[in-house]
């Protein structure tokens, strides 16, 4: 069962139609569940040791019995505004097989007597949107949503809501400000989106990943979705691959699949033949791992364990013709740029950071300035209202801790020591990689 493949096994037939699923076996497991009491529903989901796949990793079940018994409406939002840099998995779920999730929100708003659901998926997702708009109809015209859920009296509404390109967005009380029209404000908690969320009613939020596993769950049981995993988290998961590797890509794997193994092997390693001397598991928030630190799980509590996280399931690989100052100041741009400004520290650190990156890059720093990069993460991580502000600290902090000799090289040498050497490697790269290399 380890070579079991719950979310790509159709991405090969590019049959996103209704027809198309239902041909693999497609909206079988809402039969069943609608045939289940919904607390039996909940039970598989938290037997399956799913955990969330947005890049808290906090169990799913878990979650959804957080639902206040008594106060009614409630929502369901999912979470389909994948904006961190290195992710690129949910928008593939929403393109290649929009009805696997049409099929695990209703699943879920059934388990959880939800009756109108939010997709929330990132405004430059104008393909994958509209795969979703087109799959919502037909699941209406076929009575599977709507006044009835597959013929059943249970009314189930789902909305495709277009996000406008704000990373901040992907935080969810952020989300639910979005959906209501609002500022992407995040919101202080607790109180927390199950207990007070859309609208001020108890709401679930779920990332694309987590939802599209939900079927598969139920139609084979929570203990064989447990089985494939190992230990508090069950199943596969989707990892994301780009930087310097051959074959860059999306590849599901279990969750405890070796780091390693994923970069050398399934996508063979780096075209320039350099070793690997940094890898990002789990998106640009991740801390960063040197080449020697990679021999890892990528189960969640295992990345924890080396100093790191598995986050959104972005990996991204740097051989060793990368300069590590410049790749951290690009990182940084981005967090100074998606700061939502409300936070005082975050608002005024995440700028500070990346000018002293800079600043360090263009052969204008000092040595203290790299102490006092060493300094700013620490005045920033844990004093924001949401995890923006430890997203853009967390790169910072593990860049400077891993590479400090390569920040201080630039400080001595008055710019990047590799100079244009690394713009070489890396343009040769891209033309071996497209078919470019003159003979």
Known sequence: MSDTLILTRRWAKKDPSLAGYRADGGYRSLDKALGMKPEDIVEQVKVSNLRGRGGAGFPTGIKWTFLPKDVRPRYLCVNADESEPGTCKDRYVCEFDPHMLLEGIAITCYALDIHRAYIYIRGEFAKQARALDAALAEARAAGILGEKLAGRDFPLEVHVARGAGAYICGEESALMESVEGKKGYPRFKPPFPAIVGLWGKPTIINNVETLANVPWIIEHGGAAYAALGTGKSGGTRLFCVSGNVKRPGIYEKPVHYNLKKLILEDCGGTPSGLPVKAVIPGGSSSPVLTGAEIDVSMEIDALKAAGSMSGSGGVIVMDESVCMVRA????????????????????????????????????????????????????????????????????????????????????????????????????????????GVSQ
């Open 328 to 435: 951290l100041s690009r990182i940084s741009m981005f967090y100074a740029e998606e700061s939502c400004g409300q936070c005082t520290p975050c608002r005024q650190g995440t700028p500070w950071m990346e000018k002293i990156i800079e600043k360090i890059e263009h052969g204008d720093g000092t040595v203290a300035d790299v102490d006092l990069l060493e300094q700013l993460p620490n005045n920033i991580m844990g004093q924001t209202i949401c995890a923006l502000g430890d997203a853009a600290a967390m790169p910072v902090q593990s860049f400077v801790k891993k590479f400090k000799k390569e920040f201080l090289d630039h400080v001595e040498r008055r710019g990047c020591p590799q100079g244009e050497k690394a713009w070489g490697v890396a343009r040769q790269t891209r033309e071996a990689l497209i078919g």
